[in-house]
């Protein structure tokens, strides 16, 4: 049964997709200036979002993205067969005490930006092998927290190099479960990443440092799939930024395949130049809110009809980072259909 399954090395094709039933985006204060403020589900001003400290806030924003994609489904949060669910904090722990409210079964993950990409393959195979009925995949991040851990106070005042990214202040969530022919959005394909390290050292490039992981995967999926970039609407990474964008782009043509004309990232679609984020968002917050705000939206309707969700994953640390450790990075992708278009 498994090897019928399998697409090649990395690919699994599901033979009942299991569908993506709701979904919510939730986003900070910059997220509702930027040009996709109006597909937010929630969004708020303060970002210490009601609470008293900003790890605090970031795991409201992911109680409030898991609870408003459960209410769009009509059904409590405590009939959910499992969550899963990462960040970027230590431990994960914006998820646990997250999950800790919502009293349901749990699995923390960590894939720094490519969790919300992992959660949805893992609750798609959980789903597709009868092992649960409804899973909610989520994942957070939070400007300000991520600032603490990784970089400096925020009243240091250091100056980012043109290189850097700002992390999104941001929760997506999604729940899905078994197909019910109800022409919604259904998750056909995932393709899980093997790590890559090209020795780049500067914390404050991960773009360069992720895009050989976003190029092996998603060659990966092509090739084990039979398809070409062009029968995709869209191939939607987060989050590269500008510089990584433009590398994955170059490794591409380098073996012959076109992906300029199809290829967008969630961490230069979240913000605008305006904003002054430099290369553009990142955190796992990012390519979450763009999944959840915009693309299941797109293809719900069906101005668009298959997608790749190819989220991206610097799996670096303070402690790595201060012993002069290289940045090595994943990337895990889903296909997303329509089931209002042809296929």
């Known amino acids: 049964m498994m090897r019928n399954k399998r697409r090649g090395l990395s690919t699994i094709r599901f033979a009942q997709p299991p569908e993506l039933r709701a979904w919510?985006?939730?986003?900070?204060?910059?997220?509702?200036?930027?040009?996709?403020?109006?597909?937010?589900?929630?969004?708020?001003?303060?970002?210490?979002?009601?609470?008293?400290?900003?790890?605090?806030?970031?795991?409201?924003?992911q109680k409030c993205a898991i609870y408003t994609a459960a209410n769009k489904c009509g059904m409590p949060v405590e009939r959910l067969d499992l969550l899963l669910s990462g960040d970027l904090l230590g431990q994960c722990i914006a998820s646990g005490y997250t999950a800790r409210g919502c009293r349901v079964p749990y699995a923390g993950l960590?894939?720094?930006?490519?969790?919300?990409a992992e959660s949805l393959a893992l609750a798609a195979c959980m789903v597709d092998g009868g092992f649960a009925d409804t899973v909610c995949a989520c994942a957070s991040s939070h400007f300000c927290t991520a600032e603490r851990q990784y970089r400096f106070p925020l009243a240091y005042g250091g100056q980012r190099t043109p290189t850097a990214q700002w992390t999104a202040t941001g929760?997506?969530?999604?729940?899905?479960?078994?197909?019910?022919?109800?022409?919604?959005?259904?998750?056909?394909?995932?393709?899980?990443?093997?790590?890559?390290?090209?020795?780049?050292?500067?914390?404050?490039?991960?773009?360069?440092?992720?895009?050989?992981?976003?190029?092996?995967?998603?060659?990966s999926l092509l090739s084990d799939t039979g398809t070409h970039p062009s029968d995709y609407?869209?191939?939607?990474?987060?989050?590269?930024?500008?510089?990584?964008?433009?590398?994955?782009?170059?490794?591409?043509?380098?073996?012959?395949?076109?992906?300029?004309?199809?290829?967008?990232?969630?961490?230069t679609m979240l913000f605008d130049a305006r904003?002054?984020?430099?290369?553009?968002?990142?955190?796992?917050?990012?390519?979450a809110a763009v999944l959840c705000a915009l693309l299941l939206d797109e293809l719900n309707?069906?101005?668009?009809?298959?997608?790749?969700?190819?989220?991206?994953?610097?799996?670096?640390?303070?402690?790595?980072v201060q012993q002069g450790e290289s940045i090595p990075a994943v990337c895990h992708a889903v296909v997303l259909e329509s089931g209002k278009g042809e296929r």
């Open 110 to 116: 960590y894939g720094a930006c490519s969790t919300m």
């Open 275 to 287: 904003q002054d984020v430099h290369a553009g968002a990142s955190g796992c917050g990012c390519s």
């Open 24 to 61: 919510a985006a939730v986003g900070g204060k910059k997220e509702s200036e930027g040009p996709l403020h109006s597909a937010f589900d929630m969004l708020f001003s303060d970002t210490m979002c009601g609470e008293t400290t900003w790890e605090q806030a970031e795991m409201h924003l």
């Open 233 to 267: 609407d869209g191939i939607y990474t987060g989050d590269l930024g500008e510089v990584g964008s433009r590398l994955l782009c170059q490794l591409a043509e380098r073996d012959g395949i076109d992906l300029t004309g199809v290829h967008q990232d969630c961490g």
């Open 171 to 219: 929760s997506g969530a999604c729940i899905l479960g078994p197909a019910s022919g109800t022409n919604g959005v259904n998750l056909t394909y995932a393709a899980f990443g093997r790590v890559q390290d090209y020795g780049i050292t500067d914390a404050n490039n991960m773009g360069a440092a992720m895009a050989p992981a976003a190029y092996e995967t998603i060659r």
């Open 301 to 320: 309707e069906g101005r668009m009809n298959r997608i790749v969700f190819a989220g991206t994953g610097a799996l670096m640390s303070p402690t790595s």
